[in-house]
């Protein structure tokens, strides 16, 4: 994936974004500031593909926290709270904080996680 530096406003870089996941289907939603902090193609973040993909792009020192911090909110259908390096359209490390939610069908089915992710530090080249 190639980026034009010039097209990216530098306000879309510090702009925060919004994703849903279906738990069932395994696939994330997100919109233009998710597929840019995760350097995905808008169109790819909008139609949705699986969560390992946006696994892939966090930093592997992080990603055990952030795997425990999803389980958890999933186990307890509750709150997600975390903050962690994702590897993003620049092909740079970006600090970000994600919060969200866990909901739940009454008979435990349909299960949706919802949050917001945004850049809570500065960038840094990839190691």
Not at 42 to 70: C, N
């Amino acid at each position: 994936m190639i980026f034009d530096l010039q097209s990216i406003d530098a306000l879309e870089l510090e702009e925060a974004g919004i994703f849903t996941w279906n738990v069932g289907t395994d696939l994330v939603f997100g919109d233009s500031s998710v597929a840019l902090l995760f350097g995905f193609p808008f169109e790819v973040s909008m139609t949705g593909q699986k969560m390992s993909a946006y696994l892939a792009r966090i930093h592997p020192d992080d990603l055990p926290a952030v795997a425990l911090q999803m389980h958890n909110a999933i186990a307890s259908c509750g709150t997600y709270s975390v903050e962690y390096r994702v590897r993003g359209a620049l092909d740079i490390y970006r600090l970000v904080a994600s919060r969200g939610r866990c909901f739940r069908g009454v008979e435990r089915d349909m299960t949706q996680f919802a949050g917001i992710i945004y850049p809570v530090g500065p960038v840094q080249p990839v190691q």
